[in-house]
Structures are given as structure tokens and as C-alpha cells.
């Protein structure tokens, strides 16, 4: 199997390019785009048609967010697979546009959400389905971390489409679109650049959720972490009320934690990106989409963008899917 990375521009693609490593049997390519980061036992190709002409079974999209729909596009029209970083596009229309067009192809498109395959969340589902905690009131969630450094295009609008909201809400919307089996109705959010003044995208933001049958669902999604501060496992958190118990959550929690020179943590378990990238292995093998599927992604995207115009309306708008 031939698998590629289709742009460095993201710092997953490492990580991707990591774990197909790990796998063993994968031929692995890449188009770096201009950005670093291409490990050893990976092709590096020149050009991105040097890539195509290589006919990879499947890629992984690590482009700037504003440009993931034209990379699927091109993937769909050669007849090749895709898992797409998150999110899926920067706008409802675009992720429409995938879907549909690996839809038209017959080629998978996955959406890179790795935080599915976490066995705390795969515990709070089950328990949920089975009724544990009966029936569920509301949910606190948060995807905080820091301002992206090294790759400066995260805070240029152009390029990611957007700030915190953009980049943190769609992993934790995807979570709740899951565990509720269900959209909110209606959407609220409120950000600002406070921690991180002077640039051009929000830096804060949390974004309130209301659904049909009364759960109410919050999402604080900023960049809050200070320069420095290491990952504690509380980059990803749910706390899950239901009228019959609670249940809190961080998918990330298996962390060690220590000083040497300088603040160090060191994560311990299956990584979740290899979970996600053997799942998408087994979709290109069978030509059979796993979750989290393209339908996951692009309800995502519909969430970020009412958001956005919650924030221009400052008030609640219902979600348009």
C-alpha cells in the first residue's frame, strides 16, 4: 500500500508520518510543500504532480485549512483516498464539496479526529448508551492550548480560515455530535484576542450549545496556555451531568510530568493518531470509510460557522446544516 502526506504545513503531519512509520508495510510519500519536517524512511517528492504520478492508494491532507478543499478535490479526481486534517474546510460550502465529490469518486474521505479512538471516550459512550447516567442535562467541555508558533499561518486568516474557533471547536463538537447522537438547534459564542492581543484572529472564544431536547453543551476552545507550559492532559476535557451521575474525562490524561532544565511531560499509552491512521489503513484496504467519516467533518464545519456568525450577530443563531 502506498500512503502520502500531502503538505507539512500542519504539525500532525509529523505525527501521521510517525505512526505510518510504526506500521511497517505502508510505502510512504510525501509533498512537503515547502515546510519541514520530512522524517527519514519517508519520499520526499519535489512537486506535488511528482506525487500523483507516484499513484498513491490513499493521502493525508496536511494543508493550510483554506486550502484542504482543493487537495481533496485533486484527490477525488485521481481516485484516491483521503483522511483530511481537521477541520474538514473553512466553510460549509467547501466541505459540501469534498463530500460530495468523494461521493461522485467512490473514494473514502475521513476526517482526522483522533481523539474518537481515546478509550476514556470510548468508555463515556458506552456508558452513556447503556443509560448509566440517565438522561443526559448538560456537558462542559474544553480544548484549550497555546498560540501556534511555528507555523505562522494559524494566525493569518488567509490561510486558516480562523483562530481558536477554527482550530479548537471541532474536535470537541465531533465528540458531542457522537455522544448525543444529535446537532444543537442553536448556537451562541462569544471570543476575543485578551490572552494573546495583536493578532488577527480570536485567540478566546467559548461557544455555547442548545439542543432540541433541552441539553445545553459549552465549549471553551482558547488559546490559553502560556508560552512554555507543558501538556498536563487537560488540553481536551468533558464533564458529562446526567440525572442519575456525572462523569468527567481527559482523553489525554495519561501524561508524566516533570523538570529538566526545563518543564517536561511525556505521554504514555497507544498514541491516538496511530489508532486513527490504522483505521484509515483498513478504509483503504476495503475502500470502506471508518469513523470519523466525511459526514463527521462536515457537521463540524457547520458548527464553527454558525459560530462565527453568532459572533457577528451577538446573539444566538440556529445551526444550518
Avoid at 441539553?215 to 496556555?225: M, T
Amino acid at each position: 500500500m502506498k500512503i502520502a502526506l500531502l503538505s507539512f504545513a500542519h504539525l500532525h503531519a509529523a505525527e501521521y508520518a510517525a505512526a505510518l512509520l510504526r506500521c511497517g508495510d505502508v510505502e510512504i510519500g510525501a509533498y512537503a510543500d515547502g515546510y519541514d519536517g520530512v522524517p527519514d524512511g519517508v519520499t520526499a517528492f519535489e512537486t506535488e504532480d511528482d506525487l500523483w504520478a507516484w499513484r498513491p492508494d490513499g493521502v493525508v491532507i496536511c494543508a493550510e485549512n483554506t486550502r484542504h478543499r482543493e487537495f481533496a478535490l485533486r484527490a477525488a479526481a485521481e481516485g484516491v483516498h483521503v483522511l483530511c486534517e481537521k477541520p474538514l474546510a473553512t466553510s460549509l460550502a467547501d466541505a459540501t464539496a469534498m463530500l460530495e465529490a468523494a461521493r461522485a469518486a467512490g473514494t473514502v474521505l475521513m476526517t482526522a479526529f483522533p481523539v474518537r479512538f481515546a478509550p476514556a471516550y470510548a468508555d463515556l459512550r458506552a456508558a452513556v448508551r447503556r443509560g448509566d447516567l440517565g438522561r443526559i442535562v448538560s456537558i462542559a467541555a474544553t480544548n484549550c492550548g497555546g498560540v501556534p508558533t511555528t507555523r505562522d499561518w494559524f494566525t493569518d486568516p488567509a490561510s486558516s480560515g480562523g483562530g481558536a474557533l477554527t482550530d479548537h471547536v471541532v474536535h470537541v463538537a465531533d465528540l458531542l455530535a457522537d455522544l448525543l447522537d444529535d446537532d444543537p438547534i442553536e448556537v451562541y459564542a462569544i471570543a476575543n484576542s485578551i490572552p494573546n492581543p495583536g493578532k488577527a484572529v480570536e485567540t478566546a472564544g467559548l461557544v455555547s450549545l442548545r439542543y432540541r431536547d433541552g441539553v445545553i453543551a459549552s465549549i471553551d476552545c482558547s488559546w490559553s496556555r502560556p508560552p512554555g507550559r507543558p501538556n498536563t492532559g487537560d488540553l481536551v476535557t468533558l464533564t458529562v451531568i446526567g440525572t442519575e451521575g456525572v462523569v468527567d474525562i481527559a482523553p489525554f490524561s495519561g501524561v508524566l510530568t516533570g523538570w529538566n532544565g526545563g518543564p517536561l511531560a511525556h505521554g504514555y499509552g497507544a498514541p491516538l493518531d496511530d489508532l486513527l491512521i490504522r483505521a484509515f489503513l483498513d478504509a483503504v484496504r476495503d475502500g470502506e470509510a471508518r469513523q470519523p467519516d466525511a459526514r463527521a467533518g462536515h457537521r463540524t464545519v457547520a458548527l464553527v460557522e454558525a459560530a462565527y456568525r453568532s459572533l457577528l450577530a451577538a446573539a444566538p443563531v440556529p445551526l444550518e446544516i
